[in-house]
């Protein structure tokens, strides 16, 4: 939303009057009341016109913070409270809007606060103006090199701690859009005799005590100096320390300052060098020494710090300690060397630092110049600021007030000048007539001062340049002489008897009347600061130091560029600048501050209402304003005036169509003022009198009240009626509301009976209509029942007659076919026998045999005796002929399959079969037999040589031949024997050598006994009393037991026809000679394998453990 512009005026919330030319009565006393009611209510800015008066607040007001700037930024100068702000605001917009450049004329007593406005006009500029990179730099230079030149040219007065010990007056120069580009400073007069003396109460520069402060042990060293400023004789002891200033700190800021305004670092130390040796200086000190010619000459006490400075400066030691006791003067090539006495050389000393401080301080001065200097040569604008040393009256005045005095009343010239012809100019300007006013001109004194051939300046330099005895009494002999009829000029001594008689007036001073007062001036000292002699030696030594700043600041003491003549004087150097200055002031569009000390306490809230009187005397304030008003009192631009006071007249509130002008004179002319106090001029209104402002003002007021009464009853008209207004509306909506409501409900009520009353009828139609229908419904179902049994009728009776009409037919049938029955039979007996049923049976029984037979062909299960297939079985009546068949069957191709065999697998079967019967179930080492075929001969004894002899013994067929183990009796382990049976014998022989070890006939062996388990011990019993039974019964062990056991069994029954007893137990005994033992078998442990292991366990125990 777009900012509402609120237009605002300087007469709104006055306190007091805000521009004095307001005032009424307008006398010393209104004027005074008038700037000290503001100044109790903060206001420290009165205008007169566009002239600032500026209180000195002695305290931080928050009239300066950012958003006041914004507020004063882009306003006119009566639009808002007066502020230096304003001012500013006009000065830089006429500069940049007008292309007019502009000063801004800061004056005012020591301490009345125009350094500080001086700043405060520098930094709104800056807040307000062009902003980047580069214009920020331009801008942070300007500002820094502020505390630069405060620290090398401010010190601490009796007046003010702060107060600029020299003119300074900066050119701010700025681009076409208003930017920033750079500037110039000026500088006047530095007050240079406070390097070496400071009236009591006051220091000297602070940057003496800021580096003594601030600077680090480092550097203190470096620069030879002490931190106590109790060593230095040229550092006032009194008030070295200053209540609320931080030196230490503020040596800081000024360190930065000079970085940001752009010295080098070498500059800063060459700089800092330089201070300390004008300390130093200082210090050395004098005594007489007497010469031969009778003369006193002066000598350095303690040369410790000559040496020191000498060191600091690179000044060769012998050369200034020379030009401290010598000094050469030079005239039409002639050279005369004279000796100095103490005075002379403490003088030369003096002049010395004096001397290197200030042309140090110009120096900074043109250095800062060069930093800050606008880099293009474009045309510039330029706003000046002057902040020049105010007026100034001491106790005792010498050369320096009578300057800074001289000065101000310049300026005071300007001013009177200035503001009058502005005056004028717009009289002119706005085509009014111009009346003359009767003021206070002090030309006069700038004409005593500065008079060509009789001015005090002109004698002093006329009275310097004379040869011959020259003292300030001859200077002030000869002021009597020239001035003694000056109106503004007093002295005791001059011819006119006014002032013979005045004590107050010693003989030694003389007076001026100056436009602030009279000031009385101490002649001594005004011929020797008006020379500003430094004795030529000391410059020649200075330009031979090994120093290139101090060798730049004594140009003249170069022996190659030695000059003769007299450098000018200080007082006419001074006053050929301040011309310099008026004309480049005269050029400009001016601005004035005027400044204003309240108190000499330097505290805030205290208002000297005569040392204020007094300022606004010497300042001229109240001519000032009758100047002003001399005329007009006030002037306004048509646009405000009528915007103001619209209110005023039918015809031009609220609004006025045509031009602003004639506006302004219905306006006035409706209001009846008189036409001689106001005039129109081409832009402006021009009130004669401040009285009719005010009745405008009043009449604004009244009308204002009027109207704000008007607008407070038209609002609450307004209100009221919107109220009334928007209570009917509501009542509308509620009443609308509350009729649709209960419409609603007697709707619904309606509704609810009629659908009560709608459903009973409905019911009552619908219990009739089923009524109805139930009846239609009983008179169909009995339509239906009788039809159904109607039909049922007339069915069943079609039913009867169809099943009689059936009966009769089947009848019919039956009794038909019985008769062709009958007939047939009796025609075809004849054909048929009595057996026929047997035949048929037969016949098919027959027909049944012989396909079951076909079928059992194809169905023939394999030839294999052991298939166990057979097919299945047809028909029931053939299940005995089925199983005999099956039987047939088997044996037929068991026949066939024994028909295969030859003798000898004839013999093998018959053995196997033996075997089957004797052992088949009974001995666990049966179904492994099976197997295995019987071979008998197992060992080749015809064939091998080894058995020949054994061969050759037995000449019957062998049909065992097998090695066995032989269990020994006592100890039951085994030893192999070959075991053969022959058709009568068994013989047991050795199985190395074959030898035979016994025989047996076979009608001996009676039994053999075995285990009915997995191994192959057997004992051969044999017939007690035979011959072979003596040794006692053979227990043997073979792999091959089954087939020994059976061939031995049918050898015995071919031989004997006797059956051979074979018993199987897991205990038998066994005839051991004498002894019967018992053979056990236990089942015992897989130790040795499958291997059975036999072990005697007693005489009478042989136990045999199987796995
Ligand atoms: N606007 C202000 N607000 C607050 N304090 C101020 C203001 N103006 C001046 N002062 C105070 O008054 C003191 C003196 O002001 P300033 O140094 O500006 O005086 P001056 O007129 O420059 O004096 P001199 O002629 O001795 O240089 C400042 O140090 C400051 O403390
Ligand atoms: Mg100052």
Known sequence: ?????????????????????????????????????????????????????????????????????????????????????????????????QDKDQCILITGESGAGKTEASKLVMSYVAAVCGKGAEVNQVKEQLLQSNPVLEAFGNAKTVRNDNSSRFGKYMDIEFDFKGDPLGGVISNYLLEKSRVVKQPRGERNFHIFYQILSGASEEFLCKLKLERDFSRYNYLGLDSARVNGVDDASNFRTVRNAMQ????????????????????????????????????????????????????????????????????????????????????????????????????????????????????????????????????????????????????????????????????????????????????????????????????????????????????????????????????????????CSRFLNDTSLPHSCFRIQHYAGKVMYQVEGFVDKNNDLLYRDLSQAMWKANHSLIKALF?????????????????????????????????????????????????????????????????????????????????????????????????????????????????????GIPEEEFSFGRSKIFIRNPRTLFKLEDLRKQRLEDLATLIEKIYRGWKCRTRFLLMKKCQVVIASWYRRYSQQKKYQKIKSSAITVQSYIRGWKARKLLRELKHLKRCNEAATVIAAYWHGTQARRELKRLKEEARRKHAVAVIWAFWLGLKVRREYRKFFRANAGRKIYEFTLQRLMQKYFLEMKNKMPSLSPIDKNWPARPYLFLDSTHKELKRIFHLWRCKKYRDQFTDQQKL???????????????????????????????????????????????????????????????????????????????????????????????????????????????????????????????????????????????????????????????????????????????QGSQKNGNIPTCKRKNNRLLEVAVP
């Open 1 to 97: 939303m777009a900012k509402m512009e609120v237009k605002t005026s300087l007469l709104d919330d006055m306190i007091g009057v805000g521009d004095m030319v307001l005032l009424e009565p307008l006398n010393e006393d209104s004027f005074i009341n008038n700037l000290k009611k503001r100044f109790d209510h903060n206001e420290v800015y009165t205008y007169i016109g566009s002239v600032v008066i500026s209180i000195n607040p002695y305290r931080s007001l928050p009239i300066y913070t950012p958003e006041k700037v914004e507020e004063y930024r882009n306003r006119n100068f009566y639009e808002l409270s007066p502020h230096i702000f304003a001012l500013s605001d006009e000065a830089y917009r006429s500069l940049r809007d």
């Open 260 to 495: 940001i305004v752009g010295f080098m670092d070498h500059e800063t130390q060459s700089v800092f060098e330089v201070v300390a040796a004008v300390l130093k200086l200082g210090n050395i000190e004098f005594k007489p020494e007497s010469r031969a010619n009778g003369l006193d000459e002066s000598k350095i006490k303690d040369k410790n710090e000559l040496k020191e400075i000498c060191e600091l400066t690179g000044i060769d030691q012998s050369v200034l300690e020379r030009a401290f006791s010598f000094r050469t003067v030079e005239a039409k090539q002639e050279k005369v060397s004279t000796t100095l006495n103490v005075a002379q050389a403490y003088y030369a000393r003096d002049a010395l630092a004096k001397n290197l401080y200030s042309r140090l301080f110009s120096w900074l001065v043109t250095r800062i110049n060069e930093s800050i200097k606008a880099q293009t040569k474009v045309r510039k604008k330029v706003m000046g600021v002057l902040d020049i040393y105010g007026f100034e009256i001491f106790e005792d005045n010498s050369f320096e007030q009578f300057i800074i005095n001289y000065c101000n009343e310049k300026l005071q010239q300007i001013f009177i000048e200035l503001t009058l012809k502005e005056e004028q100019e717009e009289y002119i300007r706005e085509g009014i007539e111009w009346t003359h006013i009767e003021y206070f001109n002090n030309a006069i004194i700038c004409d005593l001062i500065e008079n060509n051939q009789t001015g005090i300046l002109a004698m002093l330099d006329e009275e310097c340049l004379r040869p011959g005895t020259v003292t300030d009494e001859t200077f002030l002999e000869k002021l009597n002489q020239v001035c003694a009829t000056h109106q503004h000029f007093e002295s005791r001594m001059s011819k």
């Open 555 to 671: 140009p003249e003491g170069n022996p190659a560029k030695i000059n003769l003549k007299r450098p000018p004087t200080a007082g006419s150097q001074f006053k050929a600048s301040v011309a310099t200055l008026m004309k480049n002031l005269q050029t400009k569009n001016p601005n004035y501050i005027r400044c204003i000390k309240p108190n000499d306490k330097k505290a805030a809230h205290i208002f000297n209402e005569a040392l204020v009187c007094h300022q606004i005397r010497y300042l001229g304030l109240l001519e000032n304003v009758r100047v002003r008003r001399a005329g007009y009192a006030f002037r306004q631009p048509y646009e405000p005036c009528l915007e103001r006071y619209k209110m005023l007249c039918k015809q031009t509130w609220p609004h006025w169509r045509g031009p602003a002008r004639a506006g302004v004179e219905v306006l006035f002319n409706e209001l």
């Open 908 to 1082: 093998i079967y018959e053995e196997k079969l033996e075997a089957s019967e004797l052992f088949k179930d009974k001995k666990a080492l049966y179904p492994a037999s099976v197997g295995q075929p019987f071979q008998g001969a197992y060992l080749e004894i015809s064939e091998n040589p080894k058995y020949k002899k054994l061969k050759d013994a037995v000449d019957e067929k062998i049909i065992i031949a097998e090695v066995v183990n032989k269990i020994n009796r006592a100890n039951g382990k085994a030893a192999s024997r070959i075991f053969l049976l022959t058709k009568n014998n068994v013989l047991l022989a050795d199985q190395k050598s074959g030898t035979i070890k016994s025989e047996v006939p076979l009608g001996d062996v009676t039994k053999v006994s075995m285990s009915s388990q997995n191994d192959g011990f057997f004992a051969v019993h044999l017939k007690e009393g035979s011959e072979a039974a003596s040794k006692g019964d053979f227990l043997l062990s073979s792999d091959h037991l089954i087939e020994m056991a059976t061939k031995l069994y049918r050898t015995t029954l071919s031989q004997t026809k006797q059956k051979l007893n074979i018993e199987i137990s897991d205990e038998f005994l066994v005839q051991f000679k004498q002894d019967k033992v018992c053979v056990k078998f236990i």
